[in-house]
Nanobody, 128 residues
Framework: QVQLVESGGGLVQAGGSLRLSCAAS????????MGWFRQAPGKEREVVAA????????YYADSVKGRFTISRDNAKNTVYLQMNSLKPEDSAVYYC?????????????????????WGQGTQVTVSS
């Protein structure tokens, strides 16, 4: 079983940056596909980015391409989301998720149902 804990959220000005971290417990973390999702008030949870265990394969939502970078350090059991050039529409609760089957399939990682484990979320607020 895996437990995920997000950190690094906060309040930033538009154009600023934040780096989110997701610390995972579990000996099989390094083989998991990891993803970041976000949910704003009144909206459904949506995928932001995903990364394979090797970090060779990544996915980014169109809305964040060129601004956000997902990465992982398997030795530290941690996945990161570097968020640059933040916009007010990026404001949301950001969730870390893990898929234990270890297979990176674009048609799976973009959906909430493709993940087995979830963190509690961290709030990101971008002011104008």
């Amino acid at each position: 079983q895996v437990q995920l804990v997000e950190s690094g959220g906060g309040l930033v000005q538009a154009g600023g940056s934040l780096r989110l971290s997701c610390a995972a417990s579990g000996r099989t973390f390094s083989s998991y596909v990891m993803g970041w999702f976000r949910q704003a008030p009144g909206k459904e949870r949506e995928v932001v980015a995903a990364i394979s265990w090797s970090a060779i394969s990544t996915y980014y939502a169109d809305s964040v391409k060129g601004r956000f970078t997902i990465s992982r350090d398997n030795a530290k059991n941690t996945v990161y989301l570097q968020m640059n050039s933040l916009k007010p529409e990026d404001s949301a609760v950001y969730y870390c998720a893990a898929d234990s089957d270890g297979v990176f399939n674009i048609r799976v990682v973009v959906h909430q149902s493709g993940y087995d484990y979830w963190g509690q979320g961290t709030q990101v607020t971008v002011s104008s």
